[in-house]
């Protein structure tokens, strides 16, 4: 029989993505058998996120302040934003470095299967600050899933009354990939999206 | 030795030049010799009645014959979870797992194929949620999703329910018409996922009267892009099709077949660019109209494959029930035998009490062609005499109450 708070924490990290139970209680035992180490850091980890990160109210960016780091830094571009689902798709594209102006963070996709609608998404607040008269480009980095498809479309359409330039992340052929491993939708998307030299 | 492909490889699409390790066009396949494609070995565990299951045969034709209940078309519904979707009998995963057990089942195959030897098992795992979809392991990794089965082994089958194909509504007859482009283009499956779940969206947003037209616009947007794929590569299996059965093969009657719908009519007249426009303009201006009645009434979703007995000009539901089967085995041979010339390997078939309402004539013939055919096929009947003219081609194996036995030759 397990101690009821060790069951409570495999519950909740059982909640956890990619977790099942059974990796659960593996996580469980590996942070009770490393106190000093793992557990505790872990713990006051948890607490300071809990006490100090929010969504930022502007772009919905994670972070301890609000306005968020990336909306207040003023070497960034205030005449591009670049509208993402995740705040994971946020970190993906400052990983790559590639893009100095700013996020809209959508929080999901449309979904009327699962209820969610555009009140339910963060695309009231991306109409208000496309009418601002320093934001010239709206580039929607959505994923190119279906579900993504359609919300790009959606705010695309939302978007026409501003006058912004709108524009979509390319589709196509990765770098360094090879056109004979690529699926028909891919090359379609690729010589679809093709430019002149 | 089993040659183990790299996962790499396996991920890949069989197209283009294939180079095989045995048999090519016109290579004479004699009786008893071992087919280029074939599950050369079987285990299911705490598969619906079977609690567990192992066989192995290296036959062309392998014959499971037994009483009714027995497990037969069990043993073909297994095999047909080694492609992707929800197998023979569509079922729910729930109703897979033997009774009385944990929920846990697992099919394990050893499949030749042209290009060596893959380990393919799928099922539902221990510590899997409920509603997840099911497992599949290639080689013993663990695949992205069914999909990948595609890549290695295309599957086809024939079964009782699908005697009233022809008859019944037009649903099966489009899910038969997938199943055939799914041999050719694995990712067809996932763009009919893709239309029917902004179709299910564009219902739900009708139903409830969310009149929201950008939302309902950016839908239909993903519902014109997807369902013109889908359409498209319907009508390009149509044509194949159609090219490889021009002839039939005696006594199995040649069947002429037509994709039956409005989408498929506009892609005869105008570029896909064209009908991609001209559908999503049909789908708003339906709005209203299919917010009354639910669906859409117009969509790849409503198109039907219609066949007719080409000798007679007959459409095949006039046709009698004998050769409306004999339709039927003439369209999977024949689709068989494209994708053996255009791909390289040609799929499994599973023929589930294929010879009922099939004459003697017919039945020989059959026979032969299975035996002639470069891939292995499994057929399932009552009474065991009536596989008698397989010959040596055949392996026969006796199952009762779940349990399987080699029959004495």
Redesign the interface.
């Known amino acids: 029989m397990r101690d009821g708070h060790i069951e409570r924490l495999i519950q909740l990290l059982a909640r956890l993505p990619g977790l ?3 990796s659960a209680r593996r996580a469980a035992l590996h942070l009770v058998k490393r106190r000093d180490t793992l557990l505790e850091p872990l713990a006051r980890a948890l607490n300071a996120v809990a006490d100090a990160v929010r969504p930022c109210s502007t772009c919905g960016n994670l972070d301890a302040v609000d306005p968020c780091g990336v909306c207040v830094d003023g070497r960034r571009d205030p005449s591009r934003i670049c509208v993402v689902e995740e705040v994971a798709d946020l970190w993906a594209l400052e990983r790559a470095g590639v893009f100095r102006g700013r996020y809209q963070v959508l929080g999901g996709t ?4 699962d209820g969610i ?2 009140e339910d998404l963060n695309i009231a607040s991306l109409i208000a600050r496309a009418r601002k008269p320093e934001v010239r480009e709206i580039i929607l980095a959505l994923n190119a899933t ?1 579900d993504g ?6 705010i695309h ?2 978007l026409a009354a501003c006058d912004v330039d709108v524009s979509q992340l390319a589709h196509g052929v990765p770098v360094g990939g090879e056109l ?2 690529l ?3 891919t090359i ?1 998307a690729a010589l679809k999206s093709r430019r002149r030299m | 030795m089993a040659v183990r492909i790299a996962v790499a490889a396996s991920d890949r699409p069989f197209q283009g030049p294939v180079s095989r390790d045995s048999g090519s066009e016109g290579t004479e396949w004699l009786a008893g010799e071992s087919p280029a494609v074939a599950v050369t070995r079987l285990n299911l565990t705490n598969y619906r009645n079977i609690r567990h299951l192992r066989l192995e045969t290296e036959a062309k034709v392998v014959v499971l014959s037994g009483p009714n209940g027995a497990g037969k078309t069990n043993v073909l519904e297994a095999l047909s979870f080694l492609s992707p979707g929800r197998g023979l009998r569509r079922a729910r995963l729930a109703d897979v797992p033997r009774r009385g057990g944990t929920g846990v089942w697992a099919v394990a195959a050893r499949v030749r194929y042209p290009r060596g030897v893959i380990e393919i098992g799928t099922g539902v795992a221990p510590d899997q949620r409920v509603g997840e979809r099911r497992l599949v392991r290639i080689d013993g990794q663990v695949a992205r999703g069914t999909a990948a089965l595609g890549r290695a082994l295309t599957v086809n089958w024939l079964t009782p329910p699908m005697d009233r194909l022809f008859i019944d509504g037009p649903s099966p007859r489009r899910r038969f018409l997938d199943r055939l482009v799914y041999g050719f283009d694995v990712d067809h499956a996932a763009r009919v996922s893709a239309y029917d779940r902004a179709l299910r969206e564009r219902s739900r947003l009708l139903r409830d009267g969310r009149s929201d037209a950008a939302w309902l616009g950016a839908l239909e947007e993903t519902m014109a892009a997807c369902g013109i794929a889908v359409a498209a590569a319907r009508r390009e299996t149509i044509c194949r099709l159609r090219s490889g059965m021009k002839a039939g093969v005696s006594p199995f009657p040649a069947a002429t077949v037509a994709a039956d719908g409005d989408v498929e009519r506009w892609l005869d007249v105008m570029p896909a660019i064209d009908a991609e426009g001209r559908f999503r303009a049909a789908l708003e201006a339906a709005r209203d109209c299919d917010a009354r009645s639910g669906g859409a009434a117009v969509g790849p979703h409503r198109t039907d494959l219609a066949v007719c007995h080409a000798g007679k000009d007959m459409p095949a539901e006039d046709c009698s029930t004998g050769e409306q089967k004999a339709l039927l085995v003439s369209i999977v041979l024949a689709d068989a035998r494209l994708q053996e010339a255009r791909l390289g390997r040609a799929p499994l078939l599973l023929f589930d009490e294929i010879v009922a309402h099939l004459d003697a004539t017919r039945r020989e013939a059959l026979f032969e062609l299975l035996i002639d055919r470069p891939a292995q096929t499994w057929i399932t009947g009552t009474d065991r005499s009536l596989f008698d003219r397989l010959g040596s081609a055949a392996r026969r194996f006796g199952v009762d109450d779940g349990r399987i036995s080699a029959s004495p030759e």
């Open positions: 099942g139970p059974r449309l979904s009327a299967l609608g555009p279906v498809q359609t919300t790009t479309h959606y359409d939302c004979d491993y699926d028909d939708g379609g």
